[in-house]
């Protein structure tokens, strides 16, 4: 008798995730984001059949739009940001399920006119009462729109009602516990799911799989072989039309407390005993507890900032930070901070971490540069050539991949070396690039329960406590004549080039 063994394909399309029915209400509908990135991600994942038919969507904000103005507003968002309608039968399809409801964040009736139309859509649209409420609203406003959804009774239900908050969560360590302790007393932590786009990137997550599934790494990764550890994220951009918000917030609040602190845990986090959600995120808060900034009786030796002042991009000028529209001329919001941490445990005592950030750099990258120490004793002295210390580098984007640089034999007669690489590419290995801005995958993950790429509110108190003695420094009065800066087009400030210098180490210098 021949036994018959599974289909790898049916097995598969069986383990395909696809959520329950449910409602998706977006609060502040009108603005950017939800046009730009949330619906587009949506009609993504529809079209990549990840979603059941039943999915339905509501628009809240405050403009009195109808529900086909709504729709109209979300298909130009997808057209102009997204892949575009690829057919009108799917987009129409889509379509019915956009709906808006217009009110007020600080209204009560507003949310109990809210409460009365999604009980009327579980009825047509058969979503069975899942809700995912979605704050893609001002900081401000989240303390507001939580209480109220809170006594409106909308997230009584710990299986059926989540509750999505865009970063920031917080401008400090004291805003952040005082917004943990209002989300506390209306739900319960397994609903909460504080959004970073970050962790939803493929590379971002692949520092997981990278790490804790080849034995041929994880060994080395600790201080006797690792000499230090840089992370960058640099834009290319400048403050653009956002500077409303970005003179409240500067890059230690916009990047450095959230993205790139995520990118720190999962670099140097112990491995989580399963990908249970809550076990990832505890191996992430054990690591940001052990860590504190390099040298706290002297910040300035470990704690950079800058401004960008007039340069060029792409060969065309552009203006300094402070003659940017809306900025204060004498602002002291940093646009760069560059920050050496250390960590206080077994694996990384002694291992400097070296983060930047900055507005307006030469090229547009993010990564993880692993830098291993220099051989023990060299052997090639002989040669006038000392051997390079090995790198592995992660980029995250864009080209993104892994890269290992090590040191071999040049052709020839002479005993001479160099330094040469070898290089993984997602678009190279699996004819793609990595993806997009990930709230596909971030949206999807919240309708299906897995908070594994959310933070949790004892890690967000944890990285404001790292970066709060920088803030306090920074926001005590100064002379508006003694920031830092560095010209547009160049990657950071005299300052930050010092403090790294001053252990005998440099910045990685990324081509543009």
């Given at each position: 008798?021949?036994?018959?063994?599974?289909?790898?394909?049916?097995?598969?399309?069986?383990?395909?995730?696809?959520?329950?029915?449910?409602?998706?209400?977006?609060?502040?509908?009108?603005?950017?984001?939800?046009?730009?990135?949330?619906?587009?991600?949506?009609?993504?994942?529809?079209?990549?059949?990840?979603?059941?038919?039943?999915?339905?969507?509501?628009?809240?904000?405050?403009?009195?739009?109808?529900?086909?103005?709504?729709?109209?507003?979300?298909?130009?968002?997808?057209?102009?940001?997204?892949?575009?309608?690829?057919?009108?039968?799917?987009?129409?399809?889509?379509?019915?399920?956009?709906?808006?409801?217009?009110?007020?964040?600080?209204?009560?009736?507003?949310?109990?006119?809210?409460?009365?139309?999604?009980?009327?859509?579980?009825?047509?649209?058969?979503?069975?009462?899942?809700?995912?409420?979605?704050?893609?609203?001002?900081?401000?406003?989240?303390?507001?729109?939580?209480?109220?959804?809170?006594?409106?009774?909308?997230?009584?239900?710990p299986r059926r009602s989540k509750l999505v908050i865009e970063k920031p969560f917080g401008r400090d360590l004291s805003s952040a516990q005082s917004l943990n302790r209002i989300v506390?007393?209306?739900?319960?932590?397994?609903?909460?799911?504080?959004?970073?786009?970050?962790?939803?990137?493929?590379?971002?997550?692949?520092?997981?799989?990278?790490?804790?599934?080849?034995?041929?790494?994880?060994?080395?990764?600790?201080?006797?072989?690792?000499?230090?550890?840089?992370?960058?994220?640099?834009?290319?951009?400048?403050?653009?039309?956002?500077?409303?918000?970005?003179?409240?917030?500067?890059?230690?609040?916009?990047?450095?407390?959230?993205?790139?602190?995520?990118?720190?845990?999962?670099?140097?986090?112990?491995?989580?005993?399963?990908?249970?959600?809550?076990?990832?995120?505890?191996?992430?808060?054990?690591?940001?507890?052990?860590?504190?900034?390099?040298?706290?009786?002297?910040?300035?030796?470990?704690?950079?900032?800058?401004?960008?002042?007039?340069?060029?991009?792409?060969?065309?000028?552009?203006?300094?930070?402070?003659?940017?529209?809306?900025?204060?001329?004498?602002?002291?919001?940093?646009?760069?901070?560059?920050?050496?941490?250390?960590?206080?445990?077994?694996?990384?005592?002694?291992?400097?971490?070296?983060?930047?950030?900055?507005?307006?750099?030469?090229?547009?990258?993010?990564?993880?540069?692993?830098?291993?120490?220099?051989?023990?004793?060299?052997?090639?002295?002989?040669?006038?050539?000392?051997?390079?210390?090995?790198?592995?580098?992660?980029?995250?984007?864009?080209?993104?991949?892994?890269?290992?640089?090590?040191?071999?034999?040049?052709?020839?007669?002479?005993?001479?070396?160099?330094?040469?690489?070898?290089?993984?590419?997602?678009?190279?290995?699996?004819?793609?690039?990595?993806?997009?801005?990930?709230?596909?995958?971030?949206?999807?993950?919240?309708?299906?329960?897995?908070?594994?790429?959310?933070?949790?509110?004892?890690?967000?108190?944890?990285?404001?406590?790292?970066?709060?003695?920088?803030?306090?420094?920074?926001?005590?009065?100064?002379?508006?004549?003694?920031?830092?800066?560095?010209?547009?087009?160049?990657?950071?400030?005299?300052?930050?080039?010092?403090?790294?210098?001053r252990d005998g180490r440099r910045w990685r210098r990324l081509h543009t």
């Open positions: 008798m021949v036994a018959l063994t599974e289909n790898p394909l049916r097995i598969g399309l069986q383990q395909q995730r696809v959520p329950e029915p449910s409602i998706v209400v977006f609060f502040g509908a009108s603005g950017d984001l939800t046009k730009r990135k949330l619906v587009p991600a949506l009609y993504k994942l529809k079209q990549e059949r990840k979603l059941p038919p039943e999915l339905t969507i509501v628009g809240v904000a405050r403009r009195e739009w109808s529900h086909d103005y709504f729709r109209e507003q979300m298909r130009e968002g997808v057209m102009e940001f997204s892949g575009g309608v690829t057919s009108e039968e799917d987009w129409e399809e889509f379509a019915k399920g956009l709906f808006y409801c217009p009110g007020d964040i600080d209204n009560p009736l507003s949310y109990q006119k809210l409460k009365a139309f999604l009980g009327e859509l579980d009825e047509q649209r058969k979503t069975r009462g899942n809700r995912v409420f979605y704050l893609s609203v001002a900081p401000n406003f989240f303390p507001e729109a939580i209480r109220q959804l809170g006594g409106a009774g909308m997230l009584e239900d506390k007393q209306v739900c319960r932590e397994e609903q909460v799911y504080r959004i970073d786009h970050y962790l939803g990137k493929e590379t971002v997550q692949n520092l997981l799989v990278f790490r804790f599934a080849n034995s041929i790494f994880e060994p080395l990764w600790n201080r006797q072989y690792i000499d230090h550890v840089q992370i960058t994220v640099a834009e290319t951009v400048g403050v653009e039309d956002r500077a409303g918000y970005y003179e409240k917030s500067g890059a230690l609040r916009d990047m450095v407390q959230n993205h790139l602190m995520q990118v720190f845990c999962l670099t140097a986090m112990e491995p989580p005993n399963s990908l249970d959600a809550d076990a990832i995120r505890t191996e992430k808060v054990k690591v940001i507890q052990a860590t504190h900034l390099a040298d706290l009786a002297h910040l300035d030796r470990c704690a950079v900032r800058g401004q960008y002042t007039a340069g060029w991009r792409k060969g065309k000028p552009v203006v300094g930070y402070r003659d940017e529209p809306g900025v204060d001329p004498n602002s002291m919001t940093p646009t760069f901070v560059g920050l050496k941490l250390t960590i206080d445990n077994w694996r990384w005592q002694g291992v400097p971490f070296y983060l930047r950030t900055g507005k307006r750099m030469p090229k547009k990258v993010s990564e993880v540069a692993i830098h291993f120490r220099e051989v023990p004793h060299t052997i090639f002295q002989a040669t006038g050539k000392q051997a390079n210390p090995n790198v592995l580098v992660m980029r995250i984007q864009p080209d993104e991949g892994i890269a290992l640089r090590f040191d071999v034999k040049m052709p020839g007669a002479d005993l001479r070396s160099r330094s040469v690489e070898m290089d993984f590419g997602y678009g190279a290995s699996f004819g793609k690039s990595s993806g997009g801005d990930a709230y596909d995958r971030l949206i999807l993950d919240c309708m299906m329960g897995d908070q594994t790429l959310f933070t949790r509110s004892d890690e967000v108190e944890a990285a404001w406590r790292v970066v709060t003695p920088v803030l306090e420094a920074w926001e005590s009065p100064t002379d508006p004549s003694l920031m830092p800066e560095y010209e547009a087009g160049t990657w950071e400030p005299q300052a930050a080039e010092e403090m790294i210098n």
